[in-house]
Antibody, heavy 117, light 112 residues
Framework: QVQLQQWGSGLLKPSETLSLTCAVYGGSFNGYYWSWIRQPPGKGLEWIGEINHSGSANYSPSLKSRFTISVDASKTQFSLNLSPVTAADAAVYYC???????????WGQGTLVAVSS | DVVMTQSPLSLPVTLGQPASISCRSSQSLVHSNGNTYLNWFQQRPGQSPRRLIYKVSNRDSGVPDRFSGSGSGTDFTLKISRVEAEDVGIYFCIQGTHWPYTFGQGTKLEIK
């Protein structure tokens, strides 16, 4: 069974850098896109971007400028950086796997990120 | 971006009764390769989302057969034939045809 386990900074001040990492257990790491999704409080889910095992990344055009997604295939991990954070970036952040044939399937447990001075 | 409109947003259902959730897209979700990338997820309280249905109507392994998906083009439906207590949670659709992928707002199913 595929499991995604994520961790990272939960409380940030404005202008700091958000860093989250997602580790993948079970299944193949190659052949999939590894994705980040967020949900601000009281709002809907928002796709941030995705990356494959070789480092080819795609970002949502409306969010592209401040996000960086990276991958370490040797550790079967991928990461999300966001800098600088603002209050509007407070959200639950999820990592997820996208199967190119059938779409998104497995998700991580989510990380609540708060931004406060 | 493709807008996904779900309805209803709140769905109180009596145990054993059917339930239906609609998901409409602002553009056709038929990909140039002929596939339609519309998936349905269930998120129980305190849990990560779990996929129920992929590509409109294909049920994932382990998903009870009381869940079914249907639709085409811009109009899709998730149906639960007989609601059980464990079905409480939020259901949402996601389109994976057009970049960036987008989500429905979510439907909160509760037991009456």
């Amino acid at each position: 069974q595929v499991q995604l386990q994520q961790w990272g900074s939960g409380l940030l001040k404005p202008s700091e850098t958000l860093s989250l990492t997602c580790a993948v257990y079970g299944g193949s790491f190659n052949g999939y896109y590894w994705s980040w999704i967020r949900q601000p409080p009281g709002k809907g889910l928002e796709w941030i971007g995705e990356i494959n095992h070789s480092g080819s990344a795609n970002y949502s055009p409306s969010l592209k400028s401040r996000f960086t997604i990276s991958v370490d295939a040797s550790k079967t991990q991928f990461s999300l950086n966001l800098s600088p954070v603002t209050a509007a970036d407070a959200a639950v952040y999820y990592c997820a796997r996208k199967d190119p044939v059938n779409g998104v399937d497995f998700w991580g447990q989510g990380t609540l990120v708060a931004v406060s001075s | 971006d493709v807008v996904m409109t779900q309805s209803p947003l709140s769905l109180p259902v009596t145990l054993g009764q059917p339930a239906s959730i609609s998901c409409r897209s602002s553009q056709s979700l038929v990909h140039s390769n002929g596939n339609t990338y519309l998936n349905w997820f269930q998120q129980r309280p305190g849990q990560s989302p779990r996929r129920l249905i992929y590509k409109v109507s294909n049920r994932d392994s382990g998903v009870p057969d009381r869940f079914s998906g249907s639709g085409s083009g811009t109009d899709f439906t998730l149906k639960i034939s007989r609601v059980e207590a464990e079905d409480v949670g939020i259901y949402f659709c996601i389109q994976g045809t057009h970049w960036p992928y987008t989500f429905g707002q979510g439907t909160k199913l509760e037991i009456k």
